[in-house]
């Protein structure tokens, strides 16, 4: 039963952990957790479900789309409201963050309505796989697969291309990547549709387990926060670790503990951290010296 709970675990945390890295990104470069995540994940995965059903698209052009789609919310966001601001306060870009989640919700709301649909991906619900006492579904072993190569394409992108050093620079500092020459603007939109095209990914491998509602990414949401917190939220490793190790933590209180509380972990993390550590437990904190 303990190794389910772990296989289990990292299936989840492995949701967390997109989640958890698609904000960091971002925060990394404007030191503004984007709330909006979540809902622009499932404005995603709406068009692809509308392509799917309504277009008759097969399922992995329509999922093309979508991640299309997804990028050009995050560039059009970061392009038309958010580099229009003028000086904007780390409070001010929150507030936008906010103000585009409840708009997009009523956007969905409005197009495609409130009631429950479903979006399952091309493969039989009951397959599984046997290995010993674990069996793991076919779902979880493809979330679990995605998101590790999310994390490699990533990594190799960041550490191997023009445009990944790019974005670092701007994270690290925005001033002194402009004096070398860094088109900021272009690289902060670039990295707002990168985070978007990650969130979506992770909505698209969380829509089989959950209904298709405007709601959709409410909690993958928060618990990708609390991951990011736990692991920290300027560091992109951290996270991604944050995601497995809460995904697993979860697992474990729901089977021996409580099944009850069990969303009640995440938060519970999120106060512990910022009590004893509040970097991150893979992140270093500065103090700011005057």
């Given at each position: 039963?303990f190794s389910?709970l772990?296989?289990?675990g990292i299936?989840?945390?492995?949701l967390y952990?997109?989640?958890?890295?698609?904000?960091?990104i971002i925060?990394?470069?404007s030191?503004?957790?984007n709330?909006?995540?979540?809902?622009m994940a499932?404005?995603s995965v709406?068009?692809a479900?509308h392509?799917?059903?309504?277009?008759f698209?097969?399922f992995?052009?329509?999922?093309?789309?979508?991640?299309?789609?997804a990028?050009a919310?995050?560039?059009?966001?970061e392009?038309?409201?958010l580099?229009?601001?003028e000086?904007?306060?780390i409070?001010?870009?929150?507030?936008?963050?906010?103000?585009?989640?409840?708009f997009?919700y009523g956007?969905?709301?409005w197009?495609?309505?409130?009631?429950?649909k479903?979006?399952s991906l091309?493969i039989?619900?009951?397959?599984?796989v046997?290995l010993g006492p674990v069996?793991?579904?076919?779902?979880?072993?493809?979330?679990?697969?995605?998101?590790l190569?999310?994390?490699?394409?990533l990594?190799?992108f960041?550490?191997?291309?023009?445009?990944g050093?790019?974005?670092?620079?701007v994270?690290?500092?925005s001033?002194?990547?402009?004096?070398n020459?860094?088109?900021?603007?272009?690289i902060?939109?670039l990295?707002w549709?990168l985070?978007a095209?990650i969130?979506?990914?992770?909505?698209?491998?969380?829509?089989?387990?959950?209904?298709l509602?405007?709601?959709?990414?409410?909690?993958?949401?928060?618990?990708?926060?609390?991951a990011?917190v736990?692991?920290?939220?300027?560091?992109?490793?951290g996270?991604v670790?944050?995601?497995?190790i809460l995904?697993i933590?979860?697992?474990?209180?729901?089977?021996?503990i409580?099944?009850?509380f069990?969303?009640?972990v995440a938060?519970?993390?999120?106060?512990l951290?910022?009590?004893?550590k509040?970097?991150?437990l893979?992140?270093?904190?500065?103090?700011r010296?005057?």
């Open positions: 039963m389910q772990i296989i289990n299936s989840s945390g492995s952990a997109l989640v958890a890295l698609a904000m960091v925060y990394k470069a030191e503004v957790p709330f909006a995540q979540g809902e499932t404005l709406f068009v479900w392509f799917v059903n309504a277009q698209l097969p992995y052009q329509a999922v093309a789309a979508a991640l299309l789609f990028f919310v995050g560039v059009l966001f392009f038309t409201v580099r229009r601001a000086k904007p306060s409070l001010e870009l929150i507030v936008m963050t906010l103000g585009l989640q409840m997009i956007i969905i709301g197009k495609w309505g409130a009631e429950q479903t979006f091309p039989a619900e009951d397959s599984v046997q069996v793991i579904g076919w779902l979880n072993i493809i979330t679990i697969v995605t998101s190569l999310c994390v490699l394409l990594y190799l960041f550490t191997h291309t023009k445009l050093t790019a974005m670092r620079a994270q690290m500092n001033t002194a990547a402009r004096i020459g860094i088109r900021v603007h272009r902060m939109s990295t549709g985070s095209v969130g979506t990914i992770a909505g698209i491998l969380f829509a089989p387990v959950s209904p509602d405007p709601q959709l990414m409410w909690d993958p949401l928060l618990k990708g926060f609390a990011g736990l692991g920290g939220m300027t560091s992109p490793f996270a670790l944050g995601g497995y995904g933590i979860e697992n474990l209180f729901g089977a021996y409580s099944l009850e069990k969303s009640v938060f519970a993390l999120i106060v951290v910022l009590w004893f509040p970097s991150g893979f992140s270093r904190h500065y103090e010296k005057v």
